[in-house]
């Protein structure tokens, strides 16, 4: 009777399949397993389509793919959402005096970046925009309600610093101003001795208007400033508003006022405002140390929330090439607080084309809102009082896990929480993979451990599988190096979805594909097959939970996403009566529909991540292929989130069809890129500018001998690389705009620091470079000079020389001692003292390096500093032909030097599609 109906369910299948889904047929499941069978009162016919043969067409499995597609889109939707702003004209009817109006804000950054480019040292920054901030500020001031007290002071400190960023360095300045606006209560008989500061820099690099950096930000405590001064509330805490003049030197200024300024002791918490972008949204990317009550009043209070403790992992990692003051009130005023950035459209950021239409009024708006609510709960907050800064218990406190949702609100928990909750889901989805992964398999015939075997083989090839992908993406953009389209995705960042996404979908796919071809055989329905695979893709991801809540990495909770969620898919699709005997389209919508939730937050992450490292990939230096970076940053997560997406493929008929689509979007994408223009990587449309950078020194270079004696002289312009494509892709199509260039690699041998004047320690990424020779430098009474003073003996034996500097307002030493001979110590900002003591960088030729950047705002006064080397193993001075390798760079950044009408007509013959940053600067080196 048995065997009758088997061979009958056998005919039935082959009378209606092809001889491949015939064979399909193995074992048949009995009842209370995943096929229901005989208990489904299902025909055989009907037994066979459900359990054996795939469900879906090719058209569902496409169509679900293009749903995730269009989800992505939405995010990036809701990624470049500002509110709508506020202007001027609309002040009474909004209630201006208590809001903060965006119209009021952008007319004090116009005013602010119509004083053009503002450098450290130049008129338009230590006169015209310090003065331009002091006197608004006065003028609130005079016009405060009664319940304030508000005072306004100008600093100009001078110090030194040790600094561990880029290749380290140590800061020296003088003079460096701060325009600082303290309000308190006015019923006090003096200012609370509890203090919220908010800071911003009014200072730029080098030909740019800097309107987002930090322009805008400035503008923003202009306005908050007027908001604050005119209610008639008075506050319980002091505001403090820190308009620093010197972050652009490495964050100078707000290490005199941290350091220096007697308000500066009363500050308990600080809000620092800074951008690598103009607009978007300002992401909180940096909260603490320890303090998380300060994270809670962020989440309590701001309107529009966006933040991931994700950010702050990668930030604090190093891999971003950029630091804040942020730094500086945490490492220097053991402060603890919020950092605060806007990423979007990072291509203007440091050049000519960062100006004040270039920021959205609803940037201006969506961040005015946010801070003007965050200070507002801060100083009025009664744990402001009681986080002493001086208490290291609450300093030493762990950093919640923080991200938000859309935009609409913030989730945080402690790492306690995050640990019990990322140990839940473990247990919850190894339970789930033990109960209907391998228990149930000994229901449908197949022994435990042939279950464990075909577990570990999926494993496997969920692990292959990704990092086939990460060889796939290797090799596209290899290819696309070669072909000479690099970076094609610069200006047209779909492309990243079309050259790395789809490609990655489809490496997964085919090898789910062929694995599973075999392991129909064994498991017998394409049902167990797909389970099977989704079992190991829980195992991965909890792995990976695992690893994370081992190493204490906060940005779990994007991995736990993907272990909670699909834990709950499988309970609810494998164990609940109603939707476990499903086998149709109302199947597969609940299946994706519970994974949407983790979809969307790693997809939101995503997003924000290729955001801003995009434009980044732009001024990274040539030394780094970016399309490989931006391969890595994409595969890696979207590997893993296909994990399991790709094992549908074994519930549809024709899987041909959907590998067919996906490789065509593919062939004919990889098509436009590489022969259209649709493939070039820069754009110069002011509307959407994309373009590539240059940056240009005319340079001038003298070479000492041991006996003082010029061995070398040369001058013209040093091409620093910026992106891989430089300067190949310029040399393609204006072969006679670089004429003559040559790489100068070699030199950095010979050489400290490659010979070349860096303005700052970054040799270990941007050391590609190139050098034309051109005309000589008016250099016109800012030539550099080191002039020797003394050498003496000290009492240990080591050898104190004393040096005297002088040159332009921007300056670097570069020194390393030689085989056999230390830098003992230092001291840089004669009489003072604090500098930490020497810094060392890179090895040059096996010997220590150390950079010292020099800046002063006014005061060409000269710099005398004294540097102590002793002597190794023994060895007396006269050993030694000299002791010291010495370089001192001059930058001239601001001025009728900054360059010569020569320079200026060079710069003019650069197409439209790149943007110019330049100035003169000179490298001299010596022996001592």
């Not at 085989?819 to 001291?827: D, Q, Y």
Request: hydrophobic share 45%; net charge positive.
């Amino acid at each position: 009777m048995y065997d009758k109906a088997r061979r009958g369910l056998r005919l039935r299948v082959k009378s209606s399949t092809s001889e491949e889904e015939s064979n399909l047929f193995l074992r048949e499941p009995k009842n209370g397993t995943d096929g229901r069978y005989p208990a489904s009162g299902l025909s055989g016919r009907h037994i066979c389509r459900s359990l054996y043969l795939p469900p879906f067409s090719p058209l569902a499995l496409i169509v679900s793919f293009a749903c995730f597609a269009l989800l992505t889109a939405y995010i990036l939707a809701i990624h470049m959402h500002l509110p709508e702003p506020i202007l001027i004209e609309s002040d009474k009817t909004m209630g201006g005096k208590e809001r903060f109006i965006a119209g009021r804000a952008a007319r004090h950054l116009s005013d602010l970046t119509a004083l053009g480019p503002r450098p450290t040292g130049s008129r338009e920054n230590e006169e015209l925009a310090g003065r331009q901030l002091e006197r608004k500020a006065r003028e609130f001031a005079r016009v405060a309600s009664p319940v304030h007290r508000v005072e306004v002071d100008v600093q100009r400190p001078s110090g030194s610093f040790p600094l561990r960023f880029l290749d380290g360095l140590t800061n020296v300045y003088r003079n460096v101003q701060n325009v600082i606006v303290r309000i308190s209560n006015k019923n006090g008989d003096k200012p609370s001795a509890y203090s919220l500061l908010v800071n911003c820099h009014f200072d730029t690099v080098a030909d740019s208007p800097g309107a987002s950096d930090d322009g805008a930000s400035c503008a923003i405590m202009m306005e908050i400033l007027r908001v604050i001064t005119q209610s008639n509330h008075p506050l319980k805490h002091n505001l403090i508003l820190l308009f620093n003049g010197a972050e652009e030197n490495l964050m100078q200024a707000s290490h005199g006022f941290i350091t220096k300024h007697p308000w500066a002791k009363d500050i308990q918490v600080f809000i620092n405002l800074e951008a690598c972008g103009a607009g978007g949204r300002e992401i909180l990317f940096q909260a603490g140390p320890g303090q998380p009550w300060i994270l809670a009043a962020y989440a309590e209070s701001v309107p529009h929330p966006y933040a991931s403790s994700l950010a702050q992992e990668i930030f604090e990692s190093g891999i971003i090439p950029g630091d804040t003051d942020f730094r500086i009130f945490r490492d220097f005023g053991n402060i603890s607080g919020l950092d605060f950035a806007w990423s979007s459209n990072g291509y203007v950021y440091h050049t000519s084309l960062d100006s004040a239409a270039a920021v959205p009024a609803g940037t201006l708006q969506r961040t005015g809102d946010n801070i003007l609510a965050l200070v507002r709960h801060l100083t009025s907050s009664p744990e402001l009082a009681r986080s002493r800064k001086k208490d290291q218990n609450l300093l030493k406190a762990g950093q919640p896990v923080y991200f938000d949702i859309l935009g609409a609100g913030v989730v945080r928990w402690p790492m306690i929480a995050g640990d019990i909750i990322s140990l839940a889901s473990i247990a919850a989805a190894v339970l789930s993979v033990i109960s209907f992964g391998l228990a149930s398999s000994r229901d449908q015939g197949i022994t435990f451990r042939v279950s464990v075997r075909q577990l570990g083989l999926c494993i496997l090839t969920q692990i292959g599988s990704c990092l086939l992908t990460l060889v796939v993406a290797a090799t596209i953009s290899t290819s696309l190096s070669l072909l000479g389209r690099t970076m094609s995705w610069f200006a047209r960042p779909i492309w990243i979805g079309v050259l790395y996404v789809i490609p990655t979908l489809l490496t997964q796919l085919l090898m789910v594909l062929l694995i599973s071809k075999w392991q129909k055989k064994v498991l017998g329905t394409v049902w167990s097959v797909f389970w099977k695979y989704f079992d190991a893709a829980l195992i991965v991801w909890c792995v990976l939970l695992a690893v994370t809540a081992v190493f204490r990495l906060r940005s779990g909770y994007v991995i736990c996403a993907w272990v909670l969620f699909p834990a709950i898919v499988s309970y609810l699709l494998r164990l609940i009566p109603v939707f476990r005997d499903l086998r149709d389209w109302r199947w597969l919508v609940l299946y994706l529909a519970l994974l949407v939730p983790p979809f969307v937050i790693t997809s939101y992450l995503v997003v924000g991540v290729l955001s801003l490292f995009v434009p980044i990939m732009g001024r990274i230096g040539s030394a780094t292929n970016p399309d490989a970076i931006v391969a890595i940053l994409t595969v890696v997560p979207y590997s893993l989130i296909l994990t399991y997406m790709t094992p549908l493929v074994v519930l549809v008929r024709r899987p041909a069809v959907v590998l067919g689509v996906l490789g065509s979007v593919f062939t004919l994408g990889f098509a436009l890129v590489c022969f259209t223009p649709l493939g070039f990587p820069y754009t110069g449309d002011a509307r959407a500018p994309a373009p590539q950078r240059i940056m240009m020194i005319h340079s001038d270079r003298t070479f000492h001998d041991v006996q003082g004696n010029i061995r070398r002289h040369e001058t013209g312009y040093w091409l620093v690389d910026m992106d891989h494509n430089s300067p190949s892709i310029l040399q393609k199509m204006h072969p006679n705009l670089l004429k003559g260039a040559v790489p100068v690699e070699d030199e950095c041998l010979k050489e400290l620091y490659c010979g070349m004047p860096y303005l700052m320690p970054v040799l270990t990424f941007i050391w590609k470079t190139h050098w034309i020779s051109g005309p000589a430098i008016n250099l016109s009474g800012n030539e550099t000079k080191l002039e020797l003073l003394s050498r003496e003996t000290l009492a240990d034996g080591s050898i104190r020389l004393t040096l005297n500097a002088t040159g332009p307002d921007h300056m670097g030493l570069m020194l390393s001692p030689v085989h056999g001979v230390a830098l003992k110590g230092w001291r840089l900002l004669l009489p003072e003292e604090g500098d930490g003591g020497p810094l060392s960088g890179p090895k040059w030729n096996g010997r220590d390096t150390y950079f010292v950047y020099y800046g002063r705002a006014s005061s060409p006064e000269p710099w005398i500093f004294s540097l102590d080397l002793s002597l190794l193993d023994g060895r007396r001075a006269d050993f030694h032909p000299y002791l010291i390798d010495l370089a001192l760079t001059g930058h001239l950044m601001h001025g009728p030097l900054k360059m010569s009408p020569e320079f200026r007509m060079f710069i003019k013959k650069f197409p439209d599609w790149t943007v110019v940053t330049a100035w003169t600067a000179s490298y001299k080196s010596w022996y001592f």
